[in-house]
T-cell receptor
């Protein structure tokens, strides 16, 4: 089944404790992206990757890191999480970042709470 | 100014009703338009792309008005299962081909 898989689904952690949220897609998509979703603010892009070894900042990159060493994986790293990073996170992919008609396909989300 | 704006609603409609949502975008250079459906803080799922000439998928019709810079979604014969939040998304060269999403419009279909 074609899908974007995120893990974990739920995570409660404490301030300052490094964590990684994994994202993997099995559709051979070139483009991958991370979003956070907060009430009233909608989906905001954190980082994106047009292809392997190519990553760029989105609108809200502060406090996050990403890497794209393989086409299928795009982990999101929080080196020192803070309570304002409590949010619902989505990974997404599309066939290509260049094509204007390639829709995004989302993973099932990671609900992160930082205390 | 936000790239994309939506009326958050909520829209509460009876079963069988027709309901329409609009989504305005700020940049005329936007090239691709989509509607997504999101249930109860689950992941957004693609409902339909929006094509220049308008397109229909069963009870759902999407239209694009470039002159006024908005897209619309029409749902006919609403079902209880249509209750969800509907997100619009736009993309274009001016955004570096990145997607921008509206904050969503909440729909509740009432028995």
């Amino acid at each position: 089944e074609a899908q974007v898989t995120q893990n974990p689904r739920y995570l409660i952690t404490v301030t300052g404790k490094k964590l990684t949220v994994t994202c993997s897609q099995n559709m051979n998509h070139e483009y991958m992206s991370w979003y956070r979703q907060d009430p009233g603010l909608g989906l905001r892009q954190i980082y994106y990757s047009m292809n392997v070894e190519v990553t760029d900042k989105g609108d809200v990159p502060e406090g996050y890191k990403v890497s794209r060493k393989e086409k299928r994986n795009f982990p999101l790293i929080l080196e020192s999480p803070s309570p304002n990073q409590t949010s619902l996170y989505f990974c997404a992919s599309s066939v290509t970042g260049q094509g204007i008609n390639s829709p995004l396909h989302f993973g099932n989300g990671t609900r992160l709470t930082v205390t | 100014r936000k790239e994309v704006e939506q009326d958050p609603g909520p829209f509460n409609v009876p079963e069988g009703a027709t309901v329409a949502f609009n989504c305005t975008y700020s940049n005329s250079a936007s090239q691709s338009f989509f509607w997504y459906r999101q249930d109860c803080r689950k992941e957004p799922k693609l409902l339909m792309s929006v094509y220049s000439s308008g397109n229909e998928d069963g009870r759902f019709t999407a239209q694009l008005n470039r002159a006024s810079q908005y897209i619309s979604l029409l749902i006919r014969d609403s079902k209880l299962s249509d209750s969800a939040t509907y997100l619009c998304a736009v993309k274009g060269w001016h955004t570096g081909n990145q997607f921008y999403f509206g904050t969503g419009t909440s729909l509740t279909v009432i028995p």
